[in-house]
């Protein structure tokens, strides 16, 4: 279907328009008010070193923010490294994983840390529980696990699912919560590691991970990177806690990532902290569900509303109208990003539905959609 020529001559009027166009799921928008507080910092806090005073204090800022908006318990930490979410995967089969883990995957992200365990040749074969794309499967309590791969927000599929451990679990709990970190609910007892990148919910830009670990999650770290494996520094928890507790990173981060990331928290803090993130992204979510349930070409994909993402919305079109044409007529009016995750292979939209996107914006994406199919 991608092969016919996008009508871009298809004029959405500029009252129906959102302010912002920004609606992907990652790199995501960032406020334009997080990037003019970085001009203001462009001559004394960019170029300098991430080693002394100026920047430790952002990194600093950041830890503690994060600390405050999830309410972290004692002893719980904010550990940091370059790579992203995707070099997290790897530097938990190194740094957390002792012999065996079980894996929960249900789309293109969930799937991945679980191929990297199956991969590494020091551990036992992974465990790995599927569902059907469009829904997710539940952890199973094995006294041989040691760590359990949970995924908050499936950003391939727009699904997401609510973190607890597994009954009487005794393994950690590790859970990719990259696209739903600051924007849906988490009890921090119900997880040992919970990472996640700057890009999504966090409007910034990619390349940090960062994980909220508690002190069993720590103590893991430790004892796995002090064993006998080897451990290639890069990927040793070890070493990325000892430089987080310090402020620094093991080696050079992107400052203005770090910067746009600490004003995100602040702006979450400063706006009522996760009531308000998780209550404005169930706002937009509603917007926008409601609306394909009333709508008589869209419909929400995942059928179980308590399995639906309050953050990542896939709306299923009907057959007769193309989902890549519309994304296209919406790209051509400044509508960015609303493409269907590609190796999911659906005639759909998905649409991030992230804190710094405005309610308001998506129901003017709404009207929009609208528009371009009554024009088709
Ligand atoms: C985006 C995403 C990733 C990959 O993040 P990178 O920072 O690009 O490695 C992993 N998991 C989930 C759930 C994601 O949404």
Known sequence: MSDKKVNT????PSDLLPKDGRFGSGPSKVRPEAVEALMLRASDYLGTSHRQKTVKSVVG??????????????????????GGATFFWDTAVFSLIQNKSQHLSFGEFSSKFAASAKA???????????????????????????????????????VSMAITRPEGATGLVVVDATSAAGALYVDPQEFDCYYFAPQKAFSSDGGLWLALMSPQGIERAKKVTSSERYVPPALDLGI???????????????????FLM????????????????TARCARSASILYNWAEASDFATPFVEDVAMRSNVVATIDFSDEIDAMAVAGILRANGIVDTEPYRKLGRNQLRIALFPSIDPADVEALTASIDFVVSKL
């Not at 908006?69 to 004692?74: M, S, T, V």
């Not at 569902?131 to 760590?147: K, L």
């Not at 990325?240 to 770090?258: F, G, K, M």
Request: proline residues 7%; without cysteine.
């Open 120 to 158: 590494a040749p020091f551990l036992e074969d992974p465990i790995v529980i599927k569902s059907d794309p469009g829904t997710h499967p539940v952890a199973m309590p094995d006294s041989s696990v040691d760590v359990y791969g949970l995924t908050h927000n499936e950003t391939s599929t727009g």
């Open 262 to 277: 600490d004003n995100q928290v602040q702006w979450m803090l400063e706006n009522g902290g996760m009531n308000f993130t």
């Open 9 to 12: 001559s298809i004029l959405i």
């Open 240 to 258: 990325a806690i000892d430089n987080s507790l310090l402020d620094q990173t093991y080696n050079t981060p992107a400052l203005a990532t770090i």
């Open 61 to 82: 800022s950041l830890r503690k923010g994060l600390s405050e908006l999830f309410e972290l318990p004692d002893g719980y930490e904010v550990i940091l490294g370059n």
